[in-house]
């Protein structure tokens, strides 16, 4: 059961540096082969500066940072039980190769909530990143629900 | 790909280019993991997924997402883009063919900004529900 008392809590904020490489990777590991994700000429050409962030890749820092797994000990939070129940972006700004990404995550709220396959908490968590210029550029929902 | 788009080229049901993913393959679900970091287990190890009872590996929510990412921004181009909400409502397994649809729902000028809204959707080969979703985007105007 998620620890109610973290409701409005913010977390130490924790930064990612947004490598092309790994930009590249993940589009890739979709599958997708649009131009403006893959190469910079292209991109440049559709009025971006670089290649900009694919729009799934908010994903990247929340794990590769380990904020979740830290979360979700930190709410004490079953993991074996943790269902993603939705996920939410707001495009502020593109981020590009290079920036330097700081995210700063905020438990909004813990609900529960019955249904058919029993009682669950759903734990609703924000996260503004800024980049290395202190511009907001992106804000991240994500419901994670809890099974019990 | 996504060209220029501009406000008074797209109305409302106009319907998002299909787009048709997979199948997906466990070497795409390691490949998923190690670009974004996610190797929860379930979704890596075909064994997990058998002993915790749901019969198998599943693909991360986020692929599917993914997927919806590639169609939305195939059909508005990224830079446009403001809002891009999903909830994961299925489970999609190996093997399984994902097909993303999507429709303009709303078009209006407000606030000196030309806004569309609309709805996408990831459907499994049986028609059942993986993703529903929206999204906003504000566009430039031809002038």
């Known amino acids: 059961m998620a620890d109610r008392s973290k409701i409005n809590h913010e977390f130490p904020p924790f930064t990612y540096e947004v490598e092309r490489g790994k930009m590249r990777e993940l589009v890739q590991a979709i599958g997708d082969d649009n131009p403006i994700f893959l190469d910079r000429e292209a991109a440049i050409k559709e009025g971006y500066k670089d290649i900009p962030a694919f729009p799934t890749f908010a994903t990247l820092p929340m794990n590769w940072s380990n904020m979740l797994l830290n979360i979700i000990t930190d709410l004490k939070i079953n993991f074996a039980m943790v269902l993603h129940g939705e996920e939410g972006y707001e495009y502020l700004q593109e981020i590009y190769p290079g920036d330097v990404l700081t995210g700063k995550l905020r438990v909004v709220s813990i609900d529960e909530k019955s249904g058919r396959s029993g009682s669950m908490d759903l734990v609703k968590l924000e996260t503004i990143y800024t980049n290395q210029r202190n511009e907001p550029v992106l804000k991240a929902n994500a419901l994670i629900v809890e099974r019990k | ?143």
């Open chain 2, 1 to 143: 790909m996504a060209k220029e788009l501009y406000f008074q080229d797209i109305n409302v049901k106009d319907q998002m280019p299909i787009l048709v993913k997979g199948p997906v393959e466990h070497m795409q679900l390691v490949k998923y993991a190690g670009a974004s970091g996610d190797f929860n287990p379930l979704h890596v190890d075909p064994e997990v997924g058998k002993a915790v009872g749901i019969g198998g590996q599943i693909a991360h929510g986020m692929l599917v997402m993914g997927f919806v990412g590639q169609a939305l921004a195939g059909w508005i181009p990224k830079k446009y883009l403001r809002k891009f909400n999903v909830r994961f409502v299925g489970m999609t397994r190996l093997d399984e063919t994902v097909t993303v649809t999507g429709k303009l729902t709303d078009k209006k000028q407000e606030g000196g900004n030309n806004i569309i809204r609309g709805e996408v959707f990831a459907r499994d080969q049986k028609e059942e529900l993986l993703i529903a979703g929206s999204f906003e985007a504000h566009l430039p105007e031809k002038k």
